[in-house]
């Protein structure tokens, strides 16, 4: 279990954007697990304490972030879960370049969920992987961080919400973006009303670093890997290369394409500076017209979400990277004063012509944001404090992302019954809002299951 998701982007960088369960289980770790939640006693880390961590999935993202967490020297590792025995290894040395005592090692995420001595887990596994761990470490005591996109559906998110709120625990999303201070500024200067009514605003990522990947036949997974617990909640399919590791993200079985692993990133961006109510209506437009391969998700999207008070707009696009004002990748915020554009170099306030109440801005970067992101996390975990990312806002930032996919899978505009958590008058697209796992594997909390 792994995920090599591309780190988002370094500053000024726009090629790095950067035995038994004690919660379970009748069959075999291979076919799954019919879930018997037994009562479990709560972590608990003071101030001065050391914090265990558990890593579930040790792929480039899950030895990245460990590899950030050892930053803090409260920080050890006990153990590090992952289905691929070249990926145990990776994350053994990430512990060993640490001068850190080497971990344990298990393939199977319950096996970390069963320890006493694992205080926080991360969870940097491919995206269909995120809500079980989540939610079973939860009720298993176990705070959590766990990458971007919070799950593959927002019927996951809901459920991942649920458990944390009910099991009391402290889980972050591994955004880092939410912790940047040149962002958190510019935000802070559309919200003071300075750049007048926002009526529009923009995020688009244009990536020409990104391969066609080709159509291989499918074969046989790699020696050491347990691929049908890589699969786990997921469709069962032969195995294709393609459909692994780092490219699982191009296909909806295992993620959402472009839209969830960098729209995310930068939805959450642009809401930051914008109030917290959920659009009305989306729609989605798209297709593979760049790369002649075997995805399923779109490499080229635009996706047009109607708010209460403004209209915004996303759009990707693989294989080619001018982007829009002269950016790979970015997001503006447009007001009747003038407009923010702001990417990992900074932000620059560009006045309206015919205004003169304000002055142009530039500001650069305030560096690499993950430290503060993680260093964030830690404390919430000794204070029991909300964290900056907490996990309401990181539904609501990734149920924004999945709803362009929906719109975009069917073809329509949608309306969004954000307390329910409903589409308006489409039973098909209303589908998509739910998750359908692969039996024997059941989520709890779910209420589209």
């Known amino acids: 279990m792994n995920d090599t998701k591309h780190p988002a982007p370094k500053p000024i960088s726009r090629r790095a954007f950067l035995g038994k369960s004690a919660l379970a289980l009748s069959l075999t770790p291979a076919l799954g697990a019919t879930f018997i939640p037994r009562p479990v ?19 480039g993202m899950g030895c990245g972030d460990l590899d950030c967490f050892f930053g803090f020297p409260e920080v050890e590792c006990a153990v590090i879960c992952d289905v691929d025995d070249a990926h145990l290894a990776s994350g053994v040395k990430a512990c060993t370049r640490r001068e850190r005592k080497a971990p344990d090692t298990v393939k199977d995420f319950r096996r ?58 402290v889980v972050q999303m591994g955004s880092q973006w939410k912790s940047c201070q040149h962002i958190i500024e510019a935000a802070e200067f559309v919200k003071s009303g300075k750049l007048g009514k926002v009526s529009m605003v923009r995020g688009w990522a244009w990536l020409d670093w990104q391969p066609e990947i080709g159509r291989p036949p ?32 191009w296909f909806w079985d295992y993620a959402g394409g472009l839209m969830t692993d960098w729209g995310v990133h930068l ?14 209506t989306v729609c989605s437009s798209g297709g593979t017209y760049v790369q002649n391969d075997m995805r399923d998700t779109p490499d080229s999207q635009i996706a047009l979400y109607e708010f209460p008070d403004y209209l915004l707009v996303w759009e990707h696009k693989s294989g080619m990277g001018t982007g829009l004002n002269g950016r790979s990748w970015g ?73 362009g996919n929906i719109a975009f899978r069917s073809g329509r505009k949608i309306a969004w019954d954000a307390v329910n958590e409903r589409i308006v008058g489409d039973r098909d697209a209303d589908k998509l809002v739910g998750v359908k796992y692969r039996k024997p594997w059941t989520l709890p909390y779910s209420n589209r299951a």
């Open 112 to 169: 970390v969920l069963d320890r006493k001595d694992v205080d926080v887990v991360i969870v940097a596994t491919p995206d269909h992987w995120h809500a079980l761990p989540t939610v079973m470490a939860c009720q298993a005591g176990k705070d959590v961080y766990v990458e971007k996109p919070l799950a593959t559906t927002i019927d996951e998110g809901r459920a991942m919400l649920t458990a944390a709120q009910k099991h009391n625990r």
């Open 331 to 403: 997001v503006s915020w447009s007001g009747t004063e003038g407009t923010i554009l702001l990417n990992d170099a900074g932000w620059e306030l560009i006045i309206e012509k015919r205004k003169a109440n304000l002055d142009p801005e530039k500001h650069q970067s305030s560096g690499d944001p993950r430290p503060a992101h993680v260093r964030n996390f830690l404390d919430c975990v000794k204070s029991r404090k909300p964290p900056v990312l907490n996990l309401e806002l990181a539904h609501h930032v990734s149920t924004v992302a999945h709803l």
């Open 267 to 280: 939805i959450n961006m642009m809401l930051m500076g914008m109030d917290p109510r959920p659009p009305k």
């Open 218 to 249: 499918d074969g046989d997974p790699p020696a050491g890997v347990d691929y049908d617990l890589w699969l786990g909640p997921a469709p069962k399919r032969p195995f294709n290369p393609n459909r692994f590791h780092y490219n699982f993200r």
């Open 41 to 59: 006693r709560a972590a608990s880390v003071g101030a001065n304490d050391k914090i265990r961590v558990g890593l579930i999935g040790a792929g």
